[in-house]
Structures are given as structure tokens and as C-alpha cells.
């Protein structure tokens, strides 16, 4: 990548101070108009951004933080977002929010154009297809901080914000096992992603401390978009042995779940149970209500802004952070339990 100009480039493109330069972009009063404009017009043909430094040339901050997420259209990032734009609002700094769209290359066009544009950290929710993490490098070679929260990867002095997942997926199965489930099948998003596999974890772990086996069977991994929603009804009602519990890894796709097998002559919860996660808005607008994990989207939010700014102000030394865990609870509702018929 090439090298960032500098004032101190201009100044010596143009045969100026430096402090003529700063002025300049600044409009002040003291520079004439026309040595405004030859700057300005230096500064736009060679790519310096003024906009970004004219708060506060002298630190070399924007005061700007980027932000990456899978979908803006998911009601957990939103909720997200909201934390991390209320923390920043009140302490002056400004977001820039893209979006992955689940895609590797996106993720790295978004991370790339963020660099440009001379955010001064950036928090990371990774795309589902999201592997090799060297497009984060840039990041970590200029000692610009980096947090990722949710969908998260372990690297060198990069913390990361999430709940434990292996616990909720545990609690949300053992609860469906002492709802009178015997076989259950886990509904899963990719499970190349932590917190997916770290649910199946959980999953197993209460299956097996159940004396129930755990084979293929009990996994299906699948996008969790609702479009595809007929495979997991298929293989439902394919499978050798009656399915009585379903643990979702996805509000929005349990939801689906639920519409759809009412379709098919299913009764829930009383011929399958089901259990959802996140506590998104649409597992109390289902009927029956969505059992849930509650996942606290704008704690995160909140929690993912305050540890980055006060590692940017040197309050904190994010990189000596490995993890920090956020609390989650399982909320029993009617998809669950017949104590609400």
C-alpha cells in the first residue's frame, strides 16, 4: 500500500510551510484564497483527505471509528450498532458502518476502504465465509486497534467481546431434554464460525451428559437464511426416528421453523419443541412464542465502544485483553413448554 501524505508532503509538493498547508485547509483567515486553492487542488489530486483532518490536523485523528458487520438488516446487529453509535456520539467520535453481506472479498473491500479513509480503530463482526485474516494485517502493521465482537477470530492483541456460547447452547438443550426431548437436532449457521461451533459444543456436551447419543444426525449446518427453510422441514420429516426438539441457532430461523412445520400438520410444542436464539423481536410475534437465549446485543454494542475509545483516549491497553464474556439467560416461552396452554 502506498505511503499516506502527510501535511509535511504537501507542504514540500507546493513549496510551502507545513504550517501554511494546515492553515490552508483549515481556511483561515491569514492565507490568501488563491494559496488556499492551490493546496486544496494539490490535496485532491494527490489524494490527501482533507475532510478527515481538518478537526484535528495536529493529532493525526479523525475521530472516526469503522465498523464492519455480516447484514444491517439483522435485528441483533442493529441492536448492536445502536450501543456502539450512543457511546461514540457522546465522547465526539463519528462511524462509518459497512456491511459484509456474509462475503470474504466484501469484507476485505470494506476493511480496505475504512484503512483509507483513516479511521482511527475498527470493530469487526466476521462474515460467515470469512477465513484468512490477512486483510486485517494492515491494520495491526500501523498499531490501528482492532476488537472483533459476535463472529470472532483469535488474533495476536486483538480482544474480542462475546457471550460463552458452548454454555448457552448447553443450557438451551438441556432444557429441551428435561422438557421430555430424546432426540434433538441442532440447527446450525456455519460451523467454520467460533461461536457456531462453540453452541455445538454445548449442544453435545448436554446430550451426552444425558446418556443420548450424538451422531450426524443431530447437526444439520445450514446459512440460516429463511429461503432455504424447506431443507430443514425435509429432513425433519425424513428422519428415521421422530425428531421431538429443535435447537436453532437463529431466531429469525426458528421462527421459520415453527411456520412452516404448522404447515405440514406439525404441533408445537407438543409433537416438536423448539428453541430459538438472540430474543430478536419475531420469537414474540410467533405463534406459539419462541423459547430463547437472550443474547445482549446492546450491551455489546455499548461495552465494544467504551473498550475502544478509552483504548484510543489511553485509559485502557486493549492488547493486553484476551476475551471478555457478556452474561446471556434462557427465556422459556410456549414453543417450549405446555404450562402455557
Do not use: W
Request: glycine share 4%.
Amino acid at each position: 500500500m502506498s505511503k499516506k501524505i502527510t501535511i509535511y508532503d504537501l507542504a514540500k509538493m507546493l513549496s510551502v510551510s507545513p504550517a501554511t498547508v494546515s492553515r490552508s485547509l483549515n481556511n483561515h483567515h491569514s492565507i490568501s484564497d488563491n494559496t488556499k486553492k492551490r493546496v486544496i487542488a494539490k490535496a485532491n489530486e494527490v489524494g490527501y483527505r482533507t475532510n478527515k483532518f481538518a478537526a484535528n490536523l495536529s493529532k493525526q485523528k479523525s475521530n472516526t471509528i469503522g465498523v464492519i458487520v455480516p447484514k444491517l438488516n439483522s435485528y441483533f446487529m442493529s441492536t448492536v450498532l445502536a450501543g456502539i453509535e450512543q457511546v461514540a456520539n457522546e465522547v465526539g467520535y463519528n462511524l462509518i458502518i459497512s456491511q459484509s453481506l456474509e462475503s470474504e472479498e466484501k469484507e476485505k473491500i470494506n476493511a480496505k476502504t475504512l484503512l483509507e479513509s483513516g479511521v482511527d480503530a475498527l470493530l469487526i463482526s466476521l462474515a460467515n465465509d470469512s477465513k484468512d485474516p490477512q486483510h486485517f494485517e494492515s491494520y495491526t502493521n500501523r498499531k490501528i486497534p482492532l476488537l472483533f465482537f459476535d463472529r470472532v477470530i483469535d488474533l495476536p492483541n486483538c480482544p474480542t467481546i462475546l457471550i460463552d456460547n458452548q454454555a448457552a447452547g448447553y443450557e438451551a438443550t438441556e432444557h429441551l431434554i428435561r422438557q421430555g426431548c430424546t432426540n434433538l437436532l441442532h440447527i446450525s449457521g456455519n460451523l467454520n464460525r467460533t461461536l457456531y461451533a462453540n453452541r455445538y459444543k454445548g449442544f453435545k456436551q448436554a446430550l451426552l451428559e444425558n446418556q443420548l447419543k450424538v451422531t450426524e444426525a443431530n447437526i444439520l449446518e445450514t446459512d440460516l437464511d429463511p429461503k432455504n427453510i424447506q431443507v430443514v422441514v425435509d429432513a425433519i420429516k425424513n428422519s428415521p426416528k421422530k425428531i421431538d426438539g429443535l435447537f436453532v441457532a437463529s431466531d429469525n430461523f426458528a421462527a421459520n421453523c415453527i411456520k412452516e412445520l404448522k404447515k405440514v400438520g406439525y404441533r408445537i410444542p407438543e409433537d416438536i419443541k423448539v428453541v430459538g436464539f438472540n430474543n430478536d423481536p419475531v420469537s414474540e410475534i410467533i405463534s406459539p412464542n419462541l423459547s430463547t437465549i437472550e443474547y445482549p446485543g446492546y450491551k455489546m454494542g455499548v461495552l465494544a465502544g467504551e473498550s475502544i475509545i478509552a483504548h484510543l483516549n489511553g485509559s485502557i491497553n486493549l492488547q493486553s485483553t484476551n476475551t471478555i464474556l457478556l452474561r446471556h439467560h434462557l427465556i422459556i416461552r410456549e414453543s417450549t413448554s405446555n404450562q402455557f396452554n
